[in-house]
């Protein structure tokens, strides 16, 4: 089964960028829709954004639309989530996770395999 590995967090002021990287092994990762979700202490998991197996369809949280893009490289077998003008409301453990429908879905009931996580934290 795939597994997925993320990268990229760490502390960023206000106004900033980070691009998250999740690498997936496995030699059918085309095949999946993938996303990223976050939590924050205290909340529940939230939608940031997926993309399908093609790349042709994403969806975008209401909190991050215009702010955070998705990305995929099929050849590398890897998603990326390229975030800007981050928020500190943006601090969150962000994971990554694979859909077997191939689809973009928003509902993290239709992701099957889930990241460890990685930790993005924004100053004020």
């Known amino acids: 089964q795939v597994q997925l590995v993320e990268s990229g967090g760490g502390l960023v002021q206000a106004g900033g960028s980070l691009r998250l990287s999740c690498a997936a092994s496995?030699?059918?990762?085309?095949?999946?829709?993938m996303g990223w979700f976050r939590q924050a202490p205290g909340n529940e998991r939230e939608f940031v954004a997926a993309?399908?197996?093609?790349?042709?369809?994403?969806n975008y949280g209401d909190s991050v639309k215009g702010r955070f893009i998705i990305s995929r490289d099929n050849a590398k077998n890897t998603v990326y989530l390229q975030m800007n003008s981050l928020k500190p409301e943006d601090t969150a453990v962000y994971y990554c996770?694979?859909?077997?429908?191939?689809?973009?879905?928003?509902?993290?009931?239709?992701?099957?395999?889930w990241g460890q996580g990685t930790q993005v934290t924004v100053s004020s």
């Open positions: 996770a694979a859909a077997y429908l191939g689809v973009a879905s928003m509902s993290s009931h239709e992701y099957k395999r």
């Open positions: 496995g030699h059918t990762f085309n095949t999946y829709g």
């Open positions: 993309m399908s197996w093609s790349g042709t369809n994403t």
